[in-house]
């Protein structure tokens, strides 16, 4: 992964203390949001390397959400820019940034309700066929280990299956980023586990996972590379180790 | 395939009617083909896009004036029913964009004073629709607009019922359930929204202009009339929203327990028929066909079941992942109960 900076193409766009010569897929540079005189963010860097799996925390209150939500494109910053694959993507509609190739799950379960399984993947099929749109559906319902679900209504599971049925959705649009909103808050830690193991081969497929979470003892299980945010500033970014020993850490969330 | 067989059946039904029925039937069921052409337009964008409103009756109106003034104007009645279904389609297109913003009751509102201001247009421009006096038409043979207005609605039924097996269908779905999330996932809501609206003023316009041709007179209160539009809701609501069977359910019942009642309590007619709309919305919230299908009575055809036939029939594609085993409970039918969420 480490070119020499010569190299590197993106070097100019990259916030400043951020490596040089990795391939990023997500870059958020300075951004700030502030609602009413409450700051939510305060100029928050981030990169996500392509290929990881990349979270944040911070205790609530934090501007994880907002954070989210800006990269998602439901909430416009008030400064800095966020890019995607390179482009500039600030200002982008949340279906702008979905035909980036950016697939995306919801922190309160949006599944269609009054749908089954089966067509909540179906409908958001992009480019297929019927035929294709259910075969893919099928594979990932198996490969998610929820075959069983299919023709279950939306509303007739249960919140960590919705969870599951959420990734299935947004793996149909053969994202190559995928944002997960908390896919671990309020889950049993055995389907939290099964979780990061699946996230886990997706990764391995090539798969780049950004996600927002609070549940610290997973969130250090699974990432790559984690940032910490506390008060809408980034507080400390590293591999999960460096930042469970870093005293800022501590004092802010712990 | 017991949709297509039904439509069958229907179709030969209505072909005989005319050569066995009474003067009195052919009329009767011209109101109800009427107002199931009307119902299932309307599902369309109300049940299916979950865009509910009241003013449907725009594009009826809109439809009896184009047609009874090209009437007027020497042409034959039935391209000038073509004419009028391209002018409500025409009007959703420049309408769609603008109204279609909107969500929940201030579409359905704003709706509501679209008709009106059609009304009131109606009213205004008396140089070309004669304003109150209205318009009057040389009569019609009553058979040949009873075939026009039997395909017209048997075409819708149809339509519905390949619309809730294809992947528009699901779309509209999205758009009811949560558009929002649709369109963070890829749905291209808008243009989604505008052809749903589209397709369902095509039929109102053209039965506009039919039922201008079976009365030979419009004027505004008759082409813009808000009971028009409330009946062909209750159709809906009554029979089943967003459902294949749903609008010719509600249709049939409605038209039949109005006449029957109508000739009965003249007087009291219209406050019996609230009575069993209000009923229905009581303990059947999602109509007819939905609270059959919630029961799983065996006749009951499953909704969208095409999919899931397809998805039966898809050979299971060799992941090399874990499988489950082949022991997976049987899915079982979809429960369409109304939820507290």
């Not at chain 1, 399984?117 to 409908?123: D, M, P, R, Y």
Request: hydrophobic share 50%; net charge neutral; glycine share 10%.
């Amino acid at each position: 992964m480490s070119a020499p900076a010569i190299l590197d193409p993106h070097a100019d766009q990259r916030p400043a203390g951020v490596a040089p010569g990795r391939d990023d897929i997500l870059v958020v540079d300075g951004v700030s949001k502030r609602f009413g005189g409450r700051v939510a963010l305060d100029a928050a860097s981030l990169t996500v390397a392509r290929g990881s799996i990349t979270g944040v925390i911070g205790p609530n209150g934090s501007g994880k959400s907002t954070l989210f939500n800006i990269v998602a494109g439901a909430l416009k910053p008030d400064g800095g820019a966020v890019r995607i694959n390179g482009r500039d993507t600030t200002r982008h509609s949340p279906a702008q940034i979905c035909r980036e190739g950016v697939g995306r799950t919801f922190q309160i379960s949006r599944l269609f309700a009054e749908m089954t399984v089966l067509e909540n993947l179906v409908a958001i099929a992009h480019g297929k066929s019927d035929v294709q749109a259910v075969e893919r559906a099928r594979e990932l319902l198996d490969f998610l280990e929820i075959t069983a679900l299919r023709d279950r209504w939306g509303s007739e599971l249960s919140y960590g299956q919705r969870k599951l049925v959420e990734i299935a959705r947004a793996l149909m649009l053969e994202p190559t980023l995928m944002l997960l909103d908390e896919p671990f808050a309020g889950i049993n830690p055995r389907l939290q586990n099964r979780i990061v193991e699946h996230l886990d081969t997706l990764r391995r497929d090539g798969l780049t996972l950004f996600f927002i979470d609070h549940e610290m003892r997973i969130v250090l299980e699974v990432c790559d590379e984690l940032y910490v945010l506390a008060e809408g500033r980034v507080i400390a970014r590293g591999d999960p180790e460096a930042v469970r020993a870093d005293p800022a850490v501590a004092e802010a969330y712990f | 395939m017991r949709i297509p067989l039904l439509i069958l059946a229907l179709g030969a039904a209505l072909a005989i009617l005319p050569f066995v029925g009474s003067e009195y039937a052919l009329s009767f069921t011209v109101q109800l083909l009427m107002f199931t052409a009307l119902a299932y337009s309307w599902n369309i964008i109300g049940g299916y896009a979950g865009y509910t409103h009241f003013g449907q009756v725009a594009f009826f109106g809109l439809g009896a004036y184009v047609g009874a003034l090209l009437i007027g104007a020497g042409w034959h009645w039935l391209p000038a029913a073509g004419a009028a279904s391209l002018a409500a389609v025409v009007l959703a297109l420049v309408l769609g964009g603008a109204m279609l913003r909107l969500k929940g009751s201030f579409f359905a509102i704003g709706m509501y004073g679209l008709a009106r201001v059609g009304e009131n247009f109606a009213l205004g421009f008396d140089g070309i629709t004669q304003g109150g006096t209205g318009l009057y038409l040389t009569p019609a043979d009553l058979k040949p607009i009873y075939a026009a207005l039997a395909v017209i609605a048997l075409a819708l039924i149809y339509g519905t019922h390949r619309l809730d097996n294809a992947r528009f269908g699901l779309q509209l779905l999205t758009i009811r359930e949560d558009e929002t999330a649709a369109e963070a996932l890829g749905v291209r809501t808008t243009r989604l929204k505008i052809a749903a609206f589209m397709i369902s003023a095509a039929a109102p316009g053209a039965v506009g202009a039919l039922y201008a041709t079976y009365l030979a007179f419009i004027d505004p209160a008759t082409a813009f009339a808000p009971m028009t539009e409330l009946t062909t809701i209750a159709m809906v609501l009554l029979g089943g929203l967003g459902t294949v069977l749903g609008p010719l359910v509600g249709a049939v019942l409605l038209s039949v327990v109005n006449e029957l009642l109508w000739s009965r309590f003249p007087e009291l007619y219209l406050g019996l028929v609230g009575v069993i709309i209000l009923g229905a919305v009581l303990f059947m919230p999602r109509g007819i066909v939905n609270a059959v299908a919630r029961r799983r009575w065996r006749w009951s055809a499953a909704p969208r079941a095409g999919l899931r036939r397809l998805a039966d029939a898809v050979p299971a594609a060799d992941t090399g992942r874990r499988a489950l085993p082949e022991t997976a409970p049987a899915p079982r039918a979809p429960d369409v109960s109304v939820r507290s969420t």
